[in-house]
């Protein structure tokens, strides 16, 4: 297999996952142009690599290399990776009526900031499991943990967050 | 099953990975505990909270043709998909030093076997050797190797022969340890009736002969040296 052969085989199977590898980066990251350039940087990773793949499903697999970018890129500069607030306005309106719409748009928003405020080990198999729908068993292969912790992060991660969103809502009443 | 049994698995549960037997046995339970129910019913809400399309971030438009650009550059780039010239990029120095090199090695061919000795000094022989050369260069680079690909002289002279008005002599270069394999039309501004026996380092050699006119149909034949074990278009000596 020639280069771009290699390429096209690697583009045709990896470029429709660009949206996946960006929501998780984003998520990590918790800022557009790093999660940008994060997935750049794993596609980049993942293509120089691509011989070495073993029985993993390939989404798997690159996941689990944007995962590790960021990481890379979190260790890095410690401390940034907690501030979101960026994300409360532009959510794309999908309900009729506006005061539902309104609803929705804090509903979405609460939910958005609280799981931006876990702890990132439990923001990832969040987002790996609810938003990708990934197996315990994919989600370990990612994340590099036994599948034992993957269900204890995930477990704490949906408490800690139950938890958050409570918080959040007695101080709107409040 | 006890509550706090339950809750404990109520994740892997909600996640579709626990056995059929704990799922059922959990099922049962759900069924007849209204707390672990309520408790569930709230696990199944976020569920349906974290799953709303509008918290998944998109990338931007460009992201895509940007990784495709990225990884282009990455892979080497033009001539990348001959394995036979491995990791060989051809610099802009490259033809320059192959025509000096080809000349050098006309002389060599023309002094000591069968060419008349070619003055490199003259102007017209140095832009005969650089269309030579990119001749030269031009059948190793893509697939067209020949138009008409054979060992047998009686079948690559004829063909020539319908193409062409002009019939050059047949040369033997196997005592030098090339063996014919093909022949191609080219264009060369040839001022002499004179063979040009082109040879470089790789494996194939050319061997052209135009009518004597300027800018015409010439014939070029392909040489390929014979203790090699290659073959054409991929050599694995």
């Known amino acids: ?174 | 099953m006890t509550c706090s049994e339950f809750q404990k698995r109520i994740d892997p549960f909600l996640d579709n990975e626990v056995d059929l037997a704990t799922a059922q046995e959990m099922q049962r339970h759900l069924e007849e505990c209204a707390d672990c129910e309520t408790f569930f019913a709230a696990r199944l809400a976020l569920r349906q909270r974290l799953q709303t399309p509008e918290l998944r971030f998109l990338p931007a438009a460009d992201l895509r043709s940007e990784i495709h650009a990225q990884l282009q550059k990455e892979i080497r780039p033009p001539l990348a998909h001959f394995n036979w010239l491995p990791r060989l990029q051809f610099p802009n120095w490259i033809l320059p030093t192959l025509a000096g090199a080809a000349a050098v090695l006309v002389f060599w061919f023309g002094s000591t076997t069968f060419l008349s000795p070619v003055r490199s000094s003259n102007g017209a022989n140095n832009t005969l050797i650089e269309q030579l050369v990119s001749n030269h260069l031009r059948s190793l680079v893509g697939n067209h190797l020949f138009d008409v690909a054979s060992s047998d002289q009686h079948t690559v002279k004829p063909w020539f022969a319908g193409k062409l008005n002009f019939s050059p002599p047949v040369f033997d270069f196997s005592e030098q340890g090339f063996k014919l394999i093909g022949g191609r039309l080219d264009y060369l501004a040839m001022r002499k009736r004179q063979p040009w026996f082109f040879s470089t380092r790789s494996t194939i050699s050319t061997c052209s002969f135009g009518p004597g006119t300027s800018r015409v149909l010439c014939q070029t034949r392909f040489f390929r040296r014979k203790d090699s074990t290659c073959t054409v278009g991929k050599p694995t000596a």
């Open chain 1, 1 to 174: 297999m020639n280069d771009q052969e290699r390429l096209t085989r690697f583009e045709s199977e990896m470029l429709p996952l660009t949206n996946d590898a960006y929501n998780l980066a984003r998520w990590l990251v918790q800022n557009d142009q790093d999660a940008h350039d994060m997935v750049q940087e794993a596609f980049l990773r993942a293509f120089r690599f691509f011989r070495g793949m073993r029985g993993e499903t390939s989404r798997a697999w690159l996941l689990r290399i944007v995962r590790n970018v960021c990481y890379d890129h979190l260790r890095k500069r410690p401390g940034l990776s907690n501030s979101s607030d960026s994300d409360q306005e532009n959510l794309p309106d999908t309900n009729p009526s506006p005061e539902a719409a309104l609803q929705t748009k804090s509903e979405i928003a609460a939910v958005r900031s609280a799981l931006a405020k876990l702890p990132e080990d439990f923001r990832t198999v969040l987002v790996l499991r609810e938003m990708e729908e990934l197996s315990y068993r994919e989600i370990s292969e990612i994340t590099q943990v036994p599948i034992g912790t993957v269900m204890s992060r995930l477990a704490r991660g949906r408490q800690h967050l139950t938890d958050l969103l409570k918080q959040m809502r007695a101080k709107d009443l409040l």
